[in-house]
């Protein structure tokens, strides 16, 4: 990997702001960052860098182009469905979704994210597509299709974001043998990784994958 880190190649990061934009990497490089949570590669030797801290960082590459991609990702990301608008910009690159690869890195696990019952209805209601929703448990179908507003605040639930990655991926047509998630917590594992959520800690993670 330490060859990547050299002259010839371009550091492309931009300001994260839980949103659903994506950018070229030469749109956003080092010293000329924008606002976005999408990285696309479209020059060689571009490294697309994702910072996170309980977010998932998300890889995308298509193994017959060679484009690839980087997302960081939460809740908010997953609400504004920026998974579904990096895909549309993969398919005005021509690439099939057979040969599209994604990898889910280190993020909080449900177990640990814990939110109301009205922030869990309003992600199903924003995240989940109602026309092709695939593998919600009964209550998540609850809380999805519920017109009701009867949620207390006090309650807390786990709210598990690979799981819905997973879903918008699979509602793009992405084979499920093509995603790969890691299991590892950035809350439970102190030692190996910074969680916002545990200790309000600015230190992140950084990502990256190279063009």
């Not at 976005?36 to 998300?58: E, R, S």
């Not at 991609?69 to 469905?81: I, P």
């Not at 026309?131 to 207390?152: A, G, P, Q, R």
Request: proline fraction near 1%.
């Amino acid at each position: 990997m330490g060859n990547h880190f050299n002259e010839n190649y371009i550091n492309c990061v931009s300001n994260q702001i839980h949103s659903n934009v994506i950018v070229l990497g030469s749109l956003s490089q080092e010293d000329n960052k924008t606002d976005a949570d999408g990285l696309i590669g479209n020059k060689c030797n571009q490294n697309l860098w994702i910072y996170t801290a309980d977010c998932m960082p998300i890889f995308f590459a298509d193994k017959r182009t060679r484009n690839v991609a980087a997302l960081h990702c939460g809740r908010k990301g997953l609400e504004k469905k920026i998974i579904k608008n990096l895909v549309k910009i993969f398919d005005n690159f021509g690439t099939s979704r057979d040969d599209l690869l994604v990898a889910i890195g280190p993020a909080i696990s449900k177990e640990h994210y814990l939110v109301n019952q009205f922030t869990l209805k309003e992600f199903y209601r924003k995240a989940e597509d109602k026309k092709i929703t695939v593998n919600l448990t009964k209550n998540e179908k609850d809380l999805c299709f519920s017109d009701s507003n009867h949620f207390k605040e006090q309650n807390l639930n786990q709210l598990d974001l690979k799981r819905s990655a997973y879903r918008q991926l699979l509602n793009e047509n992405i084979p499920s043998t093509n995603i790969d998630i890691s299991n590892l917590c950035t809350y439970k594992l102190k030692n190996e990784f910074n969680s916002w959520r545990k200790s309000k800690t600015f230190s992140r993670q950084w990502n990256f994958i190279c063009t």
